[in-house]
T-cell receptor
Framework: KNEVEQSPQNLTAQEGEFITINCSYS?????LHWLQQHPGGGIVSLFM???GKKKHGRLIATINIQEKHSSLHITASHPRDSAVYIC??????????FGQGTRLTINP | GAVVSQHPSWVICKSGTSVKIECRSL??????MFWYRQFPKQSLMLMAT?????????EQGVEKDKFLINHASLTLSTLTVTSAHPEDSSFYIC?????????????FGPGTRLTVT
């Protein structure tokens, strides 16, 4: 069983909808990354957070350390947001453990 | 953000040949390099971790004699897939780090798609 679980695995929505992707992890972590992988394969780090909430543009990430849960929200979604979103927990100082990813498709 | 390059971006090779993938951190010094492999519709899997000037540490199940990693400088690391087989076809991604994953952001190369025929 993967130590990091994401849901949903696939998500299709209409442009403008509010999107939520969830991430749960089973062991204590130091922090958590949200990553975005575009169809070409390139990966961009969106957020790294260890507590509370972070916001960047239309993206919001929250984490609840006690409940071992994090969410990524996208407001006013746009077709260019279509990508695979991956959460990755940071265990110890060096090791990343990745979720299986959520494939998001935003239709115009 | 930091700039990381990988070369080549894609490569097709015949079974039994070797392929070298280069990863460069263009505007920062990477003391640590992570190499990942990603199969279609799967998540990234860590292959090995290397520190500049030291031997790489390989994850369980990854053959160190098959996947040769060299991290000779703070800006360049290479992964050589030796005697490639079709099952080595995958997307290989490097991820340089300046130190602790807690303190510093995580950067990723654009990836190299390897197809072994």
């Amino acid at each position: 069983k993967n130590e990091v679980e994401q849901s949903p695995q696939n998500l299709t929505a209409q442009e403008g909808e509010f999107i939520t992707i969830n991430c749960s992890y089973s062991v204590g972590i130091s922090a958590l990354h949200w990553l975005q992988q575009h169809p070409g394969g390139g990966i961009v780090s969106l957020f790294m957070l260890s507590s509370g909430k972070k916001k960047h543009g239309r993206l919001i990430a929250t984490i609840n350390i006690q409940e071992k849960h994090s969410s990524l929200h996208i407001t006013a979604s746009h077709p260019r947001d279509s990508a695979v979103y991956i959460c990755a927990s940071i265990q110890g100082a060096q090791k990343l453990v990745f979720g299986q990813g959520t494939r998001l498709t935003i239709n115009p | 953000g930091a700039v990381v390059s990988q070369h080549p971006s894609w490569v097709i090779c015949k079974s039994g040949t070797s392929v070298k993938i280069e990863c460069r951190s263009l505007d920062f010094q990477a003391t640590t390099m992570f190499w990942y492999r990603q199969f279609p519709k799967q998540s990234l899997m860590l292959m090995a971790t290397s520190n500049e000037g030291s031997k790489a540490t390989y994850e369980q199940g990854v053959e160190k004699d098959k996947f040769l990693i060299n991290h000779a400088s703070l800006t360049l690391s290479t992964l050589t897939v030796t005697s490639a087989h079709p099952e080595d076809s995958s997307f290989y991604i490097c991820s340089p780090s300046t130190g602790s994953l807690i303190t510093y952001e995580q950067y990723f190369g654009p990836g190299t798609r390897l197809t072994v025929t």
